[in-house]
């Protein structure tokens, strides 16, 4: 199965965390998504999509948080859908 | 003496509730500082264990390790391990996990407890874990992790008495010393999550309470009408409830005036207490309504849950100009006043997005900019309508409010492309989950914001009040001058010498005059034109009241208009200049800000006044 990026995670679907780019994410924002818990093996679910058109940041389920982030960003995280 | 007291520092990550438990631990007896030479605030307070054993609580930053991303975090992690300057190392932590949010609380909890200090743990906000249909076993959860574990609900003051038992035991019963282990991060992870798993033993869909608000709340339409009614109402808030108050405090030291007036006789002294110390004073006071009731909006949707919300909602505007919706509430709170906007934009992580935050404040139309518009607007602009339901005067004051976040947004960009050389915003954030706050929680913030605010801008003020009531009234003038005392003083003779320098954006020597006293606060203009124009009237609104027509005889509508760009830019507020100073550590960014303002302001006045008069205004 074709990796899906967070991003692009269609609203209220589950998926696993394969892979994350982190060479992509600056360091900080790195840093601070390993302490919010999103890294490799961890559950999410997309939940929102950002305002109006822009349909960015999005807020996703990890494990049993909310968290916030920027498509930028989420884009370099690679998931697997789970059912 | 508190420094022989045991000292036990509560950790814990963000919104596990932790301040909360504070709270309900030390009630209103607490104490706020910053530790040295850092702004990130140091709370402290005081309990007594079921034995009568006092003991000193300290209420560390919230933090998800104590490998810091933040400065908040850095203390955290220094205090923990001993090696904060002139902090002592805690003799025992009791360490804060929601209970909601285990799996990932819990990772931090495995690292403190591996530093091998007398630990006890709180499994805050139960209920809540509940409510999302999760069942926890403290006693499993003790037993892995090899600490006491006590359930709790800070805000509702369940589990306070069992905690302060266990802490008890711990303080004199310390637990063996172990070596450290150091674990790696995914071993920890790992640990973190086989614990969760066995100290969940139920797990059910819940009421999903969260999941059906942000619904509605995180709605791509429907999310931005909220909140801009929410805005709309707080606006209203802060203006409309503050009337009242704001009428009592002025009253209050009218009266007090009036009484020095009559039982002291004229004399240097009387003017000093009349003129500068209570003059002084009361224009501190007098922002206090306004202040408490946005700090009361801005606490409440704080506690609730809203506000990252609000952040989410508004982060794709503000990433346009180089910042985030983390920048949002300050700016917010900016337009009521700029001190507590500043003061809020310690919950910024990133630095340099914290600083053009702090930088661009200023520019928000606070409500002391409103008392001078009034005046050049009534004065100068005809009341007339332009349109169904649109006047004239409202649309130039919205030009005005409108001007300013321009002008903020242009800064903003050009301070993250130039200033800061911020490569990019960054969001990312934790959104909790919703929750009814506790009202004593609330009365106690803004209790404690109002103290702050009062010494911290207060004491500031008043010093400057006190230095422009000297320059305004030595030397004395002499019996029978021809002259008044405002231009024969020192301020006088400064006037006389920014005047050149004004003169060519269409300003004339009385306005120079103005300018000095305004620095104090921008409304002391209003007064301080009726002193230039011997108006003595009781009250700013008086002044304004019979001012307006003098203004409009003697001034040209190109140099009212000028007048007004002025004021949307210039920093005119030392208080605002004494908190950016507190909140840099330092004069490098108050100054650069002073002089950036001052030079926007002289640009927009100079373009105005002569694209005024190119007009033949």
Redesign the interface.
Known sequence: MTPVQLDELPLKSRARVQTIDWAVI?E??G???????L?EGVEVEA??????L????I?VRV????????RK?ASAIFCELTL | MSGTLPLVALVGNPNSGKSSLFNALTGARQKIANYPGVTVERKSGRTALPDGRPVELLDLPGAYSLQPDSLDEAVTRDVVLGKFPGQRRPEALIIVVDAGNLDNHLRFAIELIAQGLPVVLALNMVDLAERDGLEIDPTVLGDELGVPVVSTVAVRKRGLDQLLIMLGEALTNPRPEEAVVSESRKQITERAHRIANRAIVNETQGRQWTRRLDAILLHPVGGVAILLALLFVMFQAVYGWSEAPIGWIEGGFAALTGTIKTQIPDSLLRSFLTDGVIAGVGSVVVFLPQILILFLFILLLEATGYMTRAAFVMDRMMAAVGLSGHSFIPLLSSFACAIPGIMATRSIMDQKERLATILIAPLMTCSARLPVYTLIIGAFIPVQSIGPGIGLQGLVLFALYLFGIIGAMLAAAVIQRFVTQSRSSSFLIEMPRYQLPRLSDIALGLWQRAWVFLRRAGTIIFVASIILWALLSFPKVPEGSSQNQVEYSIAGHISDAIEPVVRPIGFNHDIALALIPAMAAREVAVSALGTAYAIDAEDDEQAALRLGPQLAAKWSLATALAFLAWFIFAPQCISTIAVTRRETNGWKWPIFMVVYLFALAYLAAGITYWTAVSFGL
């Open positions: 600056p900080s924002e840093h601070r998504l390993r302490s919010l818990g890294e939940l929102h999509k950002g305002i109006l822009w349909r960015d940041p807020a494990g049993r948080m909310r968290i916030a982030l920027r960003v």
